[in-house]
């Protein structure tokens, strides 16, 4: 199993650009979640979706958007990129809220300049 | 939701057991106490998790205090790649999120 893949691991964003985080897990899990972790910071919440077609915000859902038409598939959009969005952002997934584990990938590191 | 609070660091000597706390004196009765890790350039991995009973696992233990207003989350011998940062959250089970704190970081001298 590849468990939970992103795409790219690096970008460097121009301000203003858009561009599109890709997050896919085969596990068949039904929670998915968006972090950023900010350098030598924990990580915060940005969106969270419990199956498809069902999102949520989180704790900095600003300046971000996600979709959620698959199980597998849950991206993230960034429609005017900042420098305050430069981060690692993680994607992660889960069974359910009951399940202890929740599985993550290994990031993407965006900067814009 | 409720808080936890960590130290921000700790060292341990390779091959020695590594007891790492954490305060939760606001947890709920339906608060599940979670630990996860965060292998430096990696995405956090799950260690371990419980509710009342000390829990173990091939990677750790999990010792929760009789009030559970506390938990230590113990490596019984340390490795160099035990080098992390600990996260120890509290996860109402009822609830869709999962909330990060700011973790210890775990030096581990050969």
């Known amino acids: 199993n590849a468990g939970v893949t992103q795409t790219p691991k690096f970008r460097i964003l121009k301000i203003g650009q858009s561009m599109t985080l890709q997050c896919t897990q085969d596990m068949n899990h039904n929670y998915m979640y968006w972090y950023r972790q900010d350098p030598g910071m924990g990580l915060k919440l940005i969106y969270y979706?419990?199956?498809?077609?069902?999102?949520d915000k989180g704790e900095v859902p600003n300046g971000y958007n996600v979709s959620r038409s698959t199980t597998e598939d849950f991206p993230l959009r960034l429609e005017l990129a900042a420098p305050s969005q430069t981060s690692v952002y993680f994607c992660a997934s889960s069974y359910s809220r009951d399940s202890g584990e929740a599985f993550f990938g290994q990031g993407t590191r965006l900067t814009v300049v | 939701d409720a808080k936890t609070t960590q130290p921000n660091s700790m060292e341990s000597n390779e091959e020695e057991p590594v007891h790492l706390p954490c305060n939760h004196s606001t947890i709920s009765g339906t608060d599940y106490i979670h630990w996860y890790r965060q292998l430096p350039s990696q995405g956090p991995e799950y260690v371990i998790h419980?509710?009342?009973s000390n829990v173990n696992n091939r990677m750790a233990s999990l010792a929760i205090a009789e009030d559970r207003k506390s938990s230590t989350l113990i490596l019984h011998r340390a490795t160099l790649r035990d080098a992390a940062v600990y996260y120890c959250?509290?996860?109402?089970?009822?609830?869709?999120?999962?909330?990060f704190g700011s973790g210890t970081q775990l030096t581990v001298l050969p």
């Open positions: 959250i509290l996860r109402l089970r009822s609830a869709r999120q999962l909330t």
């Open positions: 419980g509710l009342t």
């Open positions: 979706s419990v199956g498809a077609g069902i999102t």
